[in-house]
């Protein structure tokens, strides 16, 4: 990128020294932590050295922020599950890729389990954005994958969709989203972004072994 030049001086009261991204970052991983009663606009403007005013400036209320965050950090994974989505594998081959990719995306981006934990105790307008924006359509897609693999008997019989959600998207990820947990009871080994792919293979592994028939 080209270096621009910028008159001298102080930079503009509202200049954004952040790039959006790491806002957005920055934003879902406070959220995930206080909860969304436990944020304030200004304290994020605070935690990321910009203006007093530019996230209100910028997104106009709190509910604002939240989505726009929540948009950046679940779009990715969204991107991400499609991107590993080859639906001219074999059925099983599409499962360990669902799998796998889902416990990586968990392993780097630990809020999007902590910001769930939050909304998901109670009903309410934030879970249904999550949900109807984000959850509900790539869960069709993966009953569908799972009706599949039923139908040609290469999964057990009679195990509901629900216990199969649950089990890889708490069971991969728990472990990283309790990160003080984690190392208090065991080891923080499995936790270094160098592990992360090793732990996904081995949890992949383990889940697929339990689902065979």
């Known amino acids: 990128m080209a270096k621009s030049t910028r008159p001298r001086g102080r930079p503009p009261k509202d200049a954004d020294p952040a790039p959006m991204e ?18 304030s606009v200004r304290t994020l403007n605070r935690e990321l050295g910009v203006s007093h005013n530019l996230l209100h400036q910028r997104y106009g209320s709190k509910e604002a922020v939240w989505r726009a965050a929540v948009d950046w950090g679940f779009g990715h994974l969204v991107a991400r599950m499609l991107a590993a989505d080859d639906e001219s594998a074999p059925p099983l ?3 360990r890729a669902l799998i796998r990719t889902f416990v990586h995306v968990a392993a780097e981006h630990p809020e999007l389990l902590r910001l769930m934990n939050n909304e998901s105790g109670e009903p309410g307008e934030r879970l249904d954005y999550i949900s109807e924006r984000f959850i509900e359509p790539q869960l069709v897609r993966f009953q569908r994958l799972w009706d599949e693999l039923a139908e ?18 708490s069971g991969g990820g728990t472990m990283f989203a309790n990160r003080a947990l984690t190392e208090r009871l ?10 992360y792919t090793e732990y996904a293979d081995r949890f992949t592994d383990l889940i697929m072994d339990a689902l065979r028939p």
């Open 22 to 39: 790491d806002v957005l970052q920055a934003a879902l991983h406070s959220f995930a932590v206080h909860g969304f009663n436990g944020v």
């Open 93 to 95: 081959e599409r499962l």
């Open 152 to 169: 040609r008997r290469e999964v057990k019989d009679g195990v509901p969709l629900e216990v199969i959600y649950f089990m890889i998207t």
């Open 186 to 195: 065991f080891t923080g080994e499995p936790l270094e972004p160098e592990r």
